[in-house]
């Protein structure tokens, strides 16, 4: 993927998914989601730094609420 738009409607479609009823011993459960993504932009100096910038992605999604999709460059 090489664009943020790229990944974000990958993300929706999991969302999406996640969305749906799922049944444990015949009651309904449901899912909810945030998903943070990072981009490699070359200015990492390993990986290392590349999950730093992805966990920041995650954080920031999961304080704005369920749902939310953030992409980091």
């Known amino acids: 993927m090489d664009t943020p738009d790229e990944v974000t ?6 969302l ?3 969305d ?3 049944f ?5 459960v449901s899912i909810s ?3 943070g993504i990072a981009f490699f932009g070359g200015s990492e100096k390993d990986t290392e730094g590349l999950i730093i910038k992805a966990d920041r992605a995650m ?6 609420g ?3 999709i ?4």
């Open 9 to 14: 409607v990958i993300a929706k479609k999991i």
């Open 16 to 18: 999406d998914w996640l």
């Open 20 to 22: 749906l009823p799922y």
């Open 24 to 28: 444990y011993q015949a009651q309904a």
């Open 33 to 35: 989601a945030s998903i």
């Open 59 to 64: 954080y920031q999604a999961k304080s704005e």
């Open 66 to 68: 369920k749902r939310t």
């Open 70 to 73: 953030r992409v980091l460059q």
